[in-house]
């Protein structure tokens, strides 16, 4: 079976690099080399001397044992590195499924989530969220049910793209439990990982916690790095490991040597990174609620419970209209729900970029003078 296009990221590819200002980002405000290597207390000449040849497929070690450091339990040895997060989701996908398995997956979800699954010819059944005013929430009751048919694979995302979605420390260790007496596979995507609102609310990653399940996490969202296109997964699943890397020969082979010299700096200096992320989202939010405040009778929101992303609601006008007349009338570009498969009323809300207080003041602009 065939991939479906992505349409997000066709929607990305079209308007991401020629509309001014976004207001739907998933990623958080990036840095320059300059700024990264000031960050990091790294100079320019350290990195003069790279030598630009091939790196190893698995990812250096010493940027494996500093991936490893953020999970309790794992060792260099359960890291494979990737080229790109979204390389990782297919080559985990393809190590752990295979035709006709079923397939759970959260929806709505980042496409290449349930679509990888599906076009291996597996059945993709959607655990859905329910909405209840502008939170959104999956149900772990509804979970355990769907687990009761023997399942190969659980796909997890929390923090979740695009709802915000993220569950209580206690809600997640039963997720933890129910994967494992079902005796599924759990795949978690943990793109969105240590952008929660409080350090403290960071949920143990599932590689940690559950014997044989994949973590992934990467650069791009919760360290602003996107452009370096480093992500990895960790298992305690050797041989899982191994079907991915051996894969991945026939994909990217191995991570490029800038990016890992600047992302094992990047991952040292995380707590720093981390906190800047955070910092952004927290002054983001609170002028998105000040300005649904002003705009209640247009739009509805509430803040994620983690990450960067949530959905607000369109009170009388459809998304895809909204956005495309924002995008021409205010230079601004705002994702519309039915890119998650979602009706057609809600807009996808991006808090971790520098640009979003002017993005809504333009926004806002366009509202007022259309009233
Ligand atoms: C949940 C989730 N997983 C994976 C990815 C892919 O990350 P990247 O584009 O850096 O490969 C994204 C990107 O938006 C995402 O939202």
Not at 101 to 116: G, I, K, T
Not at 179 to 199: I, K, N
Not at 262 to 281: C, F, H, K, P, V
């Amino acid at each position: 079976m065939t991939l479906r296009p992505f349409q997000l990221e066709r929607f990305y590819a079209e308007h991401e690099f020629s509309v001014p200002l976004q207001l739907s980002a998933s990623d958080c405000e990036t840095l320059s080399v300059g700024e990264l290597l000031e960050t990091v207390g790294a100079s320019p000449p350290d990195l003069l001397d790279l030598r630009l040849g091939y790196t190893e497929t698995r990812g250096a070690p010493s940027l494996r044992e500093a991936i490893a450091e953020h999970y309790p339990g794992r060792g260099a040895q359960d890291v494979l590195v990737g080229n790109s997060p979204q390389e990782l989701i297919y080559l985990a996908v393809h190590a752990l499924v295979e035709p006709g398995d079923r397939v759970v997956v959260m929806r709505p979800c980042y496409a290449s989530l349930e679509e990888v699954a599906r076009s291996r010819g597996a059945e993709v059944i959607p655990w859905t969220a329910r909405r209840e005013g502008d939170v959104w929430r999956f149900d772990l009751d509804e979970l355990e049910e769907l687990l009761r048919t023997p399942t190969r694979l659980l796909v997890t995302n929390v923090p979740h793209n695009p709802t915000g979605f993220l569950p209580s420390p206690a809600e997640w260790e039963r997720l933890g439990r129910l994967v494992e007496a079902s005796g599924a596979r759990w795949f978690s995507d943990e793109m969105y990982h240590r952008l929660e609102r409080s350090p403290g609310d960071a949920l143990a990653p599932a590689a940690s916690l559950v014997q044989g399940a994949v973590s992934l996490w990467g650069l791009s969202k919760s360290f602003g790095l996107p452009g370096l296109r480093l992500g990895w997964l960790v298992s305690a699943d050797a041989d899982l490991l191994t079907r991915a890397e051996v894969h991945k020969d026939y994909l990217s082979i191995c991570a490029n040597g800038v990016s890992e010299a600047l992302g094992e700096r990047a991952l040292r200096a995380a707590g720093t990174l981390l906190d800047r992320s955070r910092a952004r989202i927290r002054a983001n939010a609170d002028l998105m609620a000040a300005f649904t405040e002003r705009h209640q009778d247009h739009v509805t929101w509430t803040p994620p419970q983690g990450g960067p992303v949530s959905l607000a609601t369109l009170t009388h006008e459809s998304a895809e209209a909204h956005s495309a007349r924002i995008r021409s009338e205010a230079g601004v570009l705002l994702v519309p729900s039915t890119l998650f498969g979602l009706e057609d009323r809600h807009l996808r809300i991006g808090l971790g970029r520098a640009e979003f207080p002017r993005a809504l003041e333009s926004w806002g602009q366009a509202l007022t003078d259309s009233r």
